[in-house]
């Protein structure tokens, strides 16, 4: 048997750690036509998307009668395969449905009373005709959105142009946000919305149970240059555009009207006006 | 007089650890072929190479969610210049808009491996809603 001496095995490993370490940079000089070629992909937005320093609405409250705001959530809730609770369940695709229970519900626009969307505006002596106007609230997409504070995963977050946006992936149903949010804005899913949705809109995803949702903005739409829903079946009572752009559609009609928002004292600062 | 004992406890141990073994034996599941139709069949590349994406694909969906929902970055150029919509089952050019048929594509690997990608609790094909 050969005997090796300690010095002649140190040489030996040392030469042997010195190629191991050098490996990787091997291959990887060798290997530039690699399959993976992140480094030439690219990502970028749809040509033509709408872009903006800021989101914010506009709501003409003398142009939003009954129907038009039924019209709105319709197109609203159908495009983003919002559940309707009462909606009859079909039993042949969903058998063994739990009963509903209707303090349960989701939404992303809806119709309020005046007292309700702007308590600290109440008074014994406000205009008839604002104790009955249907208001229209939403997600306010604040400057300041608590929700976005209260998120322990950064499902929602702030996006750069100012809509407040979920990663619904990342959601894990804390409802800390829905506690957060002063305008009740989001939903939260107690149980799967599919036998709840009468038709599913095969262009947007819906949601599975344990998940906070809310208005996106219609981030989907704006991507792809066309208006939100609100804004297209609305005959002119919703305004959506650039709240920094002094030229924009909102900022001329607020220069021309007053304009009110919700619980501004809280100052989360929504970028959802309402012109009275 | 213990020897036979120790050889008999021996043998019975080795039959209950190699159980999963003789159990199974002679009934390998086949080596799902996930079927490429429609355009995939005649899109010979999809975004990576095809190793590349048997290996990585959830990797590549997840780089693509975030940057679909956080920059609004919806369209991916692969290294061949070719464009894709970053979306799992909208549009043409979305993965199901290729690979037309899912249960033919992805459920056959994802059985075969019995993983259970959450993907479809929300995102639907187009298919299975009619």
């Known amino acids: 048997m050969m005997k090796k001496s300690r010095r002649s095995f140190l040489k030996v490993a040392a030469v042997s750690a010195i190629g191991i370490g050098a490996a990787p940079a091997i291959s990887l000089s060798s290997s530039s036509t690699n399959s993976h070629g992140s480094s030439h992909a690219a990502k970028s ?17 003398s142009k939003l009668t009954e129907e038009v705001v039924e019209h709105i959530v319709e197109a609203c809730h159908k495009a983003h395969n919002v559940p309707d609770f009462n909606h009859e369940v079909d039993e042949g695709k969903y058998p063994k449905t739990r009963p509903v229970n ?13 007292h309700n969307a702007f308590p600290d505006k109440e008074d014994e002596f406000l205009a008839d005709k604002f104790k009955h106007l249907p208001f229209l609230v939403t997600c306010n997409h604040c400057i300041n959105a608590p929700c976005v504070k209260a998120c322990p995963t950064q499902a929602t977050f702030k996006r750069e142009d100012g809509i407040v946006l979920m ?8 409802r ?61 009572a ?36 309402y012109i009275m | 007089m213990s020897k036979s004992a120790i050889f008999t406890g021996l043998v019975i141990f080795i039959i209950i650890a190699l159980f999963p073994f003789w159990i199974n034996f002679g009934k390998t599941a086949p080596v799902p072929e996930p079927e490429l139709v429609g355009k995939a069949k005649t899109a010979k590349k999809c975004v990576l190479d095809k190793m590349d994406m048997r290996a990585n694909h959830m990797s590549l969906l997840d780089e693509w969610r975030d940057s679909v929902v956080r920059d609004a970055n919806r369209i ?55």
């Open chain 1, 238 to 273: 919703i305004v959506v555009g650039d709240l920094e752009d002094p030229e924009s559609e909102p900022r001329k009609l607020l220069d021309k009207n007053y304009a009110i928002r919700r619980k501004q004292a809280l100052g989360t600062e929504p970028s959802v006006y």
């Open chain 1, 102 to 114: 209707h303090k349960q519900e989701v939404k992303w626009i809806w119709e309020e009373h005046f």
């Open chain 2, 76 to 130: 991916y150029t692969n290294t061949d210049g070719k464009e894709f919509a970053m979306s799992l089952s909208t549009g043409e050019n979305s993965c199901l808009g290729c690979h037309e048929d899912k249960s033919k594509f992805c459920d056959k690997c994802h059985n075969y491996a019995s993983v259970d990608p959450y993907c479809w609790e929300c995102h639907t094909e187009p298919k299975e809603i009619k």
């Open chain 1, 176 to 236: 800390f946000c829905m506690a957060a949010c002063p305008f009740g804005a989001r939903s939260f899913n107690f149980r799967d919305p599919r036998p709840f949705i009468a038709e599913t809109n095969p262009d947007f995803p819906t949601r599975s149970k344990g998940v906070v949702e809310k208005c996106n903005l219609c981030a989907e739409r704006l991507a792809k240059g066309e208006q939100p829903y609100c804004v297209e079946v609305s005959k002119g």
């Open chain 1, 167 to 174: 990663d619904f992936h990342r959601c894990i149903g804390c």
């Open chain 1, 45 to 61: 937005p749809n040509k033509g998307a709408k872009t903006a320093k800021r989101w914010g609405m506009v709501i003409d409250t």
